[in-house]
C-alpha cells in the first residue's frame, strides 16, 4: 500500500472493517480489535492514524510493530493468523497496517493471564465497535465452524417464539425465557439452535444481544 492508498482509505472513516488507533500505549485495545475482526468478517487496523482522519504516524515503528507482534501473539488464543505492512509518511514517520481475515478457527479469545486459560474473553465487530461476545455468540461462532446439519424440534417454545417475533420482530434471551416460561438455559440454547438452523440472525451488542427472523433471501 503506498501514500495515496492510505490516504484513500482513512477517508472511508472506521466501520466494521476499519479501525485506526493513533498510538500503541494501550495494545490491549488493539488486539481486542484484531481480535474481533477475526471473529467476524475480517479486517484492517491502522496504527498512526487518529479519529479525526489525520495522519501522523509513528516515529518509532520498528519498537511498535514489537510491541504489537508480542501481544499478539502472547494473548490471542487459538493463534490468528494476519499480516503487518508499513507505509511510509512524508517526514520518515510511518504508518502500521494490520489485516486480519476471517478465521476458519473462530471463536478466538484473549487470554490475559496465560496461566490461567479459563479468564478469557472473545470480541466480535459491531458497527466500528469491537464489543464482548456473550455466551450465545461465542457457542454460535463455535457450531459454524462444525459444519453439520442442526436439527431441532417445532414445540410450544418454539411456537410461543415466532408468535412474539412475529409481533415484535425482535427478542431476547431473558424475553423468551420468561415469555415460554423456560430456564435461561433453555432458552439460550433454542436460540443458539435456531440460529444456527438460519432461522433467526443474532445482533450481538455490548448490552444485550437480540434475535430476530432471518430474512428470506
Known amino acids: 500500500m503506498d501514500y495515496q492508498a492510505l490516504k484513500n482509505l482513512v477517508r472511508r472513516g472506521e466501520g466494521s472493517n476499519l479501525e485506526f488507533k493513533l498510538k500503541t500505549n494501550h495494545p ?19 496504527i498512526g492514524v487518529g479519529d479525526d482522519k489525520k495522519i501522523p504516524g509513528l516515529k518509532y515503528a520498528d519498537e511498535d510493530e514489537y510491541l504489537l507482534v508480542r501481544a499478539i501473539n502472547k494473548f490471542c488464543f487459538p493463534r ?33 493471564d496465560p496461566a490461567d486459560p479459563d479468564n478469557k474473553k472473545a470480541y466480535v465487530r459491531v458497527g466500528d465497535k469491537s464489543v464482548q461476545a456473550s455466551r450465545e455468540v461465542r457457542e454460535i461462532l463455535k457450531g459454524e465452524q462444525a459444519e453439520r446439519q442442526i436439527r ?15 409481533e415484535h420482530n425482535s427478542i431476547t ?28 440472525e443474532i445482533h450481538p451488542s455490548d448490552v444485550m444481544d437480540k434475535y430476530t427472523p432471518r430474512a428470506i433471501q
Open 173 to 200: 434471551v431473558d424475553l423468551f425465557a420468561s415469555i415460554a416460561g423456560i430456564s435461561r438455559r433453555i432458552a439460550s440454547r433454542t436460540l443458539v439452535l435456531l440460529v444456527l438452523a438460519n432461522v433467526l
Open 80 to 112: 490468528i493468523s494476519y499480516t503487518i505492512e508499513r507505509v511510509q509518511l512524508y517526514d520518515e514517520r510511518e504508518v502500521l497496517v494490520i489485516r486480519v481475515p476471517r478465521s476458519p478457527t473462530r471463536p478466538h479469545y484473549i487470554v490475559p
Open 152 to 166: 431441532f424440534s417445532y414445540g410450544d417454545k418454539e411456537r410461543m417464539l415466532m408468535q412474539h417475533l412475529g
Open 28 to 46: 490491549e485495545k488493539i488486539i481486542r480489535g484484531v481480535v474481533a475482526f477475526a471473529n467476524t468478517n475480517g479486517g484492517i487496523m491502522l
